[in-house]
């Protein structure tokens, strides 16, 4: 029945029922198919309908909208462990050996080290950023510690004009995109030179240059949007993809089916990153699904999907690499779900030590990193050194020293700007509250560090 057949058929004109006035068939003409070997069922169980031709051998198969199988006269419920699971991809070992050649991405030398070096600038801005936080210099902070290869692996597939839509613990992505030191700090400060001038928390990046999108706290709040976006890529015919990043917490958000489902039925070029660290701040997987994780739910949408293992960070480098091909040449959203460990804590606000215990972690720092895994590679190419880690680690701290400092000296951001931006114009409830805000400041100024804001050049309106 899947095989190509070429059927003769006219379809009736059956115009005055209500299923084909829902625009399947409106015309009533000869026409002459094949079926090629993809053609889904949905289509044959349409021509099946239409078909007026008797002598058309027909498989008796349930004939429902939507129906893709066949008949079965055994009372049998089907089992979600009927199977293994989906196995883990993966290109490297733990010692950085490669495991079949063919599955060696072959990136040049400079290409790798950009990647480690990134990977590990990270993993130094990181450590800055959370102490500064446990001084009190910033509000707030979340670490990547663990996860470096997975946004690295991924962002490196990917073309500069493709879109990322993160959900906060994807600061690699944006770093490897070429959001500098600075950008990052003056975010985490909120100051004057922070692109998104004070008005979100630490670590809800964004930048319009970089083609990444700003990070909304509610959890799933990007995933609609992203395939918004895809969808839109899809019908200017540019040749761009969307890429949505997501933890296997926020896939329990009903914002995560909606946007599953609509990128299949619209048929969109979407890549769904997520990042599976094993908890949702304190709640770990086992308490998150009973299926097969995340990768298990994409054939049940429709997705083309993955599991990899997201401390390879060439095994991630080559999924996205060809979820990307995919999802542009054959207009199909494809799911992958990346197998990592979140070894820091959730954010500053948390205390894992509360939930898991000090040898789970110590396990993945220690056996089984991204970092040490790709350096692992690199030696065994000569392409890297102990002598090259020391040179690095040391300038890169320096260079994280410095961006910290000049951040930490800037004025904040003039504070009426936390009334403009919110519409294209400021609405007359808007002005009315700047107008307050600017009387109570009158009288009450010397009650605030006002000082330490600076003065916007350009009027806000
Ligand atoms: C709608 C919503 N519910 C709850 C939260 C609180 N919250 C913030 S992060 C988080 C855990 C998310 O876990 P996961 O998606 O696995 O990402 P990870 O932190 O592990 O990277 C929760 C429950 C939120 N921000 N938004
Ligand atoms: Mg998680």
Same mark, same amino acid.
């Given at each position: 029945m899947r095989q190509a057949t070429t059927i003769k058929t006219i379809l009736r004109c059956f115009s005055n029922t209500s299923y084909l006035n829902s625009g399947c /068939?409106?015309?009533?003409?000869? /026409?002459?198919?094949?079926?090629?070997a993809s053609v889904?069922?949905?289509?044959?169980?349409?021509?099946r309908y239409f078909s007026s031709d008797t002598s058309t051998e027909r498989e008796d198969r349930p004939e429902f909208p939507g129906a893709k199988s066949g008949w079965t006269d055994r009372l049998e419920f089907v089992k979600s462990d009927l199977y293994d699971g989906i196995p883990v991809y993966r290109v490297m070992d733990r010692e950085g050996k490669v495991l079949q050649e063919d599955q060696d991405p072959k990136l040049p030398e400079e290409m790798v080290v950009q990647m480690y070096r990134s990977m590990t600038l990270l993993n130094t801005m990181d450590r800055i950023l959370y102490e500064s936080q446990r001084q009190g210099r910033i509000s707030f902070y979340m670490t990547n510690y663990g996860e470096e290869g997975t946004h690295v692996g991924s962002a490196a597939a990917l073309n500069p004009d493709d879109m990322v839509f993160g959900q906060y613990r994807e600061s690699g992505v944006l770093m490897w995109r070429g959001f500098t030191l600075d950008n990052f700090m003056n975010q985490c400060y909120g100051n004057e030179l922070?692109? !998104?001038k004070g008005r979100q928390m630490p670590v809800h990046y964004g930048s319009k240059d970089l083609g990444f999108v700003t990070i909304s706290s509610p959890l799933g709040t990007q995933m609609p949007q992203a395939v918004g976006a895809a969808y839109a890529f899809k019908r200017a015919q540019k040749g761009q993809c969307v890429i949505c990043y997501f933890g296997e917490g926020a896939a329990s958000e009903g914002d995560a089916h909606a946007a599953f489902n609509f990128?299949? +039925?619209?048929?969109?070029?979407?890549i769904f990153f997520c990042?599976?660290? !094993?908890?949702?701040?304190? +709640?770990p997987t086992s308490e998150q699904y009973r299926g097969d994780g995340i990768a298990g739910r994409g054939p049940a949408y429709g997705l083309l999907s993955i599991r990899v293992d997201g401390n390879d960070t060439l095994a991630v480098y080559n999924a996205t690499k060809r979820a990307r091909e995919m999802a542009v040449k054959e207009n199909r959203p /494809?799911?992958?779900?990346?197998? +990592?460990?979140?070894? !820091?804590h959730h954010s500053t606000s948390d205390d894992s030590s509360a939930y898991r215990s000090v040898d789970? /972690?110590?396990?993945?720092?220690?056996t089984d990193h991204p970092i040490s895994r790709l350096r692992n590679y690199m030696v065994r190419q000569d392409w890297w050194n102990d002598d090259k880690e020391k040179e690095w680690k040391k300038k890169s701290k320096v260079a994280v020293m410095e961006a910290f400092a000049r951040a930490e000296k800037k004025l904040k951001p003039d504070w009426r700007l936390m009334f403009s931006d919110v519409y294209e114009k400021m609405t007359p409830d808007l002005k009315e509250q700047l107008q307050g805000m600017e009387e109570h400041l009158k009288k009450y100024g010397d009650h605030y560090p006002l000082k330490n804001y600076a003065k916007s050049n350009t009027p806000i309106e």
């Open positions: /068939v409106q015309s009533c003409h000869r /026409v002459s198919f094949s079926i090629p889904s069922n949905a289509q044959l169980i349409r021509n922070d692109l !998104g990128s299949a +039925t619209l048929e969109c070029p979407i990042r599976n660290n !094993g908890y949702a701040i304190s +709640t /494809v799911l992958i779900e990346a197998m +990592t460990y979140r070894i !820091g789970e /972690v110590r396990f993945w720092d220690s």
